[in-house]
């Protein structure tokens, strides 16, 4: 891989202070150039970027809706046209909906896969084939989630789209390698790590109690696992579990 002062980052739902808005501060204080993706949150990528930029690092920010592959492709060609390379994906963008079985639409179904499964899809197949065409390679972290294999109740249209990622990421990693053995794709499913804002007291309270280490995660937490992938260069194709052992409490 190049320099790491010539290397750069794009994570994908970094806008908003959450686990990709962390991921990219950590990207850009280990030296890598950065690219921020946002859709809706231009305001808090703006400031994100002002507050790196302060700090000596390089980053800029693009809006785009993952879902689009118009956007999607646009997203990649303005981040090659400012860098000129990409060398490590992190796909944080993704949405999440409470609702009963009984209210779930298929409209809710349709527009959770298309952020979070086919957006990540898309985001992964445009940055592989970059990085399959550079001698260095590159890495892909994608995003999933830990109770994908242990669902619980009230999130059956996030879970369906979730449960994808997995398959997703060995996907790409056999297809990837193919094309450059130097590109590697593996992904991170974390656990009760900035736990959605709505969530009730007793929820919040049930997901930290269902820990093993007993506390809620740190979105640097999820930012150190995607650093783990970017400097280890014999792991690819797995996926992480970064839980406090919930998957297994």
């Known amino acids: 891989?190049?320099?790491?002062?010539?290397?750069v980052a794009l994570v994908t739902g970094s806008g908003k202070r959450r686990v990709g808005n962390a991921v990219a501060v950590a990207l850009a204080q280990r030296g890598f150039r950065v690219a921020l993706h946002y859709n809706r949150s231009s305001e808090e990528a703006t400031q994100t970027v002002a507050q790196l930029q302060s700090q000596g690092h390089v980053a800029a920010a693009f809006g785009a809706d993952v879902s689009r592959e118009d956007q999607v492709e646009r997203l990649f060609e303005q981040v090659l046209q400012r860098f000129?390379?990409?060398?490590?994906?992190?796909t944080a963008a993704g949405v999440w909906h409470c609702k009963p079985?009984?209210?779930?639409?298929a409209e809710d179904v349709r527009r959770q896969w298309e952020i979070n499964t086919l957006g990540t899809f898309l985001c992964c197949r445009r940055a592989g084939l970059i990085m399959a065409g550079q001698p260095e390679g590159g890495v892909i972290v994608t995003i999933g989630d830990w109770a994908s294999r242990r669902p619980y109740h009230d999130y059956a249209a996030y879970f369906l789209s979730k449960g994808a990622i997995p398959t997703l990421?060995?996907?790409?990693?056999?297809?990837?390698?193919?094309?450059?053995?130097?590109?590697?794709?593996?992904?991170?499913?974390p656990g009760p790590v900035?736990?959605?804002?709505?969530?009730?007291?007793?929820?919040?309270k049930g997901a930290i109690a269902g820990t093993l280490v007993k506390r809620a995660g740190r979105p640097e937490n999820v930012a150190q696992a995607v650093l783990f992938f970017v400097d280890n260069d014999f792991v690819?194709?797995?996926?992480?579990?970064?839980?406090?052992?919930r998957s297994i409490g």
């Not at 891989?1 to 290397?7: D, F, L, P, V």
């Not at 000129?84 to 992190?90: I, T």
């Not at 079985?101 to 639409?105: D, K, V």
């Not at 690819?236 to 052992?245: A, Q, R, S, Y």
């Open 236 to 245: 690819t194709g797995v996926c992480l579990p970064v839980d406090g052992g």
């Open 194 to 204: 900035m736990l959605p804002e709505d969530l009730e007291e007793h929820e919040v």
């Open 84 to 90: 000129a390379r990409l060398d490590v994906l992190v």
């Open 1 to 7: 891989m190049s320099q790491t002062h010539e290397r």
């Open 169 to 189: 990421t060995r996907t790409m990693a056999v297809e990837l390698a193919r094309r450059n053995p130097k590109v590697r794709v593996n992904c991170i499913l």
């Open 101 to 105: 079985l009984e209210q779930t639409t």
